[in-house]
């Protein structure tokens, strides 16, 4: 059965013009508020990456592979939107994939840098690197929070500097509900459904308690598999994961003291002790293993794609129901 939608507008010209310019206005704040702290974070994440990153080795021999997790955790390929750095999932796992096929890497670090994002897409990095039958140390960087630390969760070291912010381990679902609004400027919204639950989210009314029930179990699923995956990764017991997912935030400091990271160190410490695992003497060779990019998006990184802040998926996703293992900040 199709669905079918039909908007009422008022019948005087200007009064439409009038409600038209408040929608338009409603879109601009709502993407403001939710796209500049990622534009601020984003940026500062793309400096970084550029000013810390090192050029891959030529050299031969044994080595350690680098690879860095930079910005929100998304489904797709590429590096970088009009927001910044993002970590798109089909990307960083191709390079998970390069690494552990060059027969010169011994190890691999991942420096992570991250509030987390997709569900789906933290699940499909994590699976890629429970594939590596190679030593995987975490560098965290400032933030790796969420699904952030749901990649880092089955390495075999991990580290964090002291005042990394980690954890916030848990599942959130936010949705934008505008029925009010519309109502006060003289738009209503009719919908035909096959089913009670099919326009379940819609920004266009209010959810029902059924539907917040329905959308609660969901999501418990969805973050037992996030204990697990921790209790898995860190040797915990789960009700003793459970005790510290509720969602909050913690200092590397507290992290450590809590079980959920291994050490306080820094890049070179990560680097050390991958080549320890990897069985290499000395100083190690470093491999960076970075997407390849266009020179837009070298030069301004930019990427005209689903990441934008100003596509039109953007706007659809505003608005879509999901699920993120994500960290809404402060």
């Known amino acids: 059965m ?15 013009g009038r409600s038209s310019n408040v929608l338009t206005w409603v879109i601009v704040i709502l993407m403001i508020a939710l796209v500049a702290p990622a534009i601020g974070c984003g940026a500062f994440g793309f400096a970084f990456a550029m000013a810390s990153s090192q050029p891959a080795s030529t050299g031969t021999g044994p ?11 998304v489904s797709g390929s590429g590096g970088f939107s009009l927001s910044g750095s993002v970590a798109a999932s089909d990307t960083i796992v191709e ?3 390069q690494a552990d096929d060059d027969p010169n890497i011994k190890a691999i670090i991942l420096r992570i840098n ?12 994590h699976h890629a690197l429970k594939q590596v039958d190679k030593p995987i140390v975490v560098s965290m960087g400032e933030l790796a929070a969420s699904g952030g630390y749901y990649i880092a969760a089955p390495s075999d070291f991990i580290y964090a500097t002291p005042h990394t912010l980690t954890g916030s381990i848990g599942v959130i ?8 609004l519309l109502d006060e ?3 209503s919204m009719e919908t035909i459904t096959s089913g009670t639950v099919k326009d379940f989210g819609s920004p266009y009314r209010d ?6 029930a329905y959308w609660q179990t969901l999501t418990d699923e969805i973050y037992e598999g996030f204990i697990e995956i921790v209790a898995d990764g860190r040797n915990m017991d789960k009700d003793t994961v459970r005790e510290l997912a509720d969602g909050r935030i913690y200092t590397g400091q507290q992290a450590l003291a809590l079980g959920l990271v291994d050490a306080i160190g820094y890049y070179d410490d990560a680097v050390d002790k991958a080549a320890e695992l990897g069985g290499i003497q000395g100083d190690p060779r470093i491999v960076e293993f970075t997407p390849e990019a266009g020179f837009l998006e070298m030069l301004y990184g930019f990427q005209s794609s689903q990441h934008s802040a100003l596509s039109p998926d953007f706007l659809r996703r505003l608005t879509t129901p999901s699920v993120e293992f994500r960290y809404p900040g402060p």
């Open 2 to 16: 199709t669905e079918t939608s039909a908007v009422k507008t008022p019948t005087s010209e200007k009064k439409a």
């Open 185 to 187: 400027v003289g738009i």
């Open 173 to 180: 679902s936010q949705f934008i509900v505008a029925e009010e």
């Open 63 to 73: 080595a350690v592979g680098v690879i860095t997790v930079e910005g929100m955790i």
């Open 114 to 125: 991250s509030p987390g994002g997709g569900v789906v897409a933290s699940d499909e990095i």
């Open 95 to 97: 390079l998970i994939h």
């Open 207 to 212: 959810m029902t308690e059924e539907e917040r």
